[in-house]
């Protein structure tokens, strides 16, 4: 089966855009450890239906982030704030305190996470 | 028809999800400002096929948003942004050069706009 880890992070930004079905299916099996046996006797359905029910919903987290790319964008916000802080405290020519490059980090911390 | 303002903001998030017929519709219409009936004629179709594209369009777009709220969260994190950076002015307890907040507003704005 696919890649746990990529859909576990996809899921954290595009689970809004799956149907409440699609959503129970991949928590059952992605967060819930349950097998697809397990899957398909909760759903009354078969162990094929719930694996091509999961490939189609890999398939989709994978299409919204070639489109929109909020992970991407995620990650790269996180690396830009890391250098920021980093050669703020390399070339602290102003003499900013620990203190206030630590509030800086974690303002910005917040604007990247609401 | 719908808020031209809120559908423009609402594309700037969401316009890759649409479909490229989708997209040039809307674009023809609220870029372009094409007539209902000039963009029915492009397309070979009716005015009214034209008119409930732009509705359906316009509903998938606020359900995207429903759902992600990207809009939300951009504007959320801008007016956060302007927060900080006023009280980093006010406060200015270690007295940053006007340059360094300039340079912190920047590079937050930076860290907003990827």
Redesign the interface.
């Known amino acids: 089966m696919e890649d746990r880890f990529e859909i576990s992070e996809l899921m954290d930004f ?1 689970a ?2 799956l149907t409440e079905k699609q959503l129970n299916i991949m928590n059952m099996y992605f967060n819930d450890d349950l097998s697809l046996a397990e899957i398909a006797e909760l759903n009354h359905t078969s162990r094929q239906a719930i694996h091509d029910s999961i490939k189609r919903c890999y398939k989709q987290l994978r299409s ?1 982030e070639d ?2 790319r ?1 992970k991407e ?1 995620y990650f ?2 996180e690396s ?2 890391e250098n ?1 802080i980093k050669n703020l405290k390399k070339n602290n020519t ?4 620990n203190e ?1 490059i630590e509030q ?1 980090n974690k ?2 911390e ?3 996470n ?1």
Do not use: A, M, T, V
Request: glycine residues 0%.
């Open positions: 595009y809004p855009l919204h489109k929109l909020l964008k790269k916000r830009l704030k920021f102003d003499n900013l305190s206030l800086i303002s910005i917040e604007i990247i609401i």
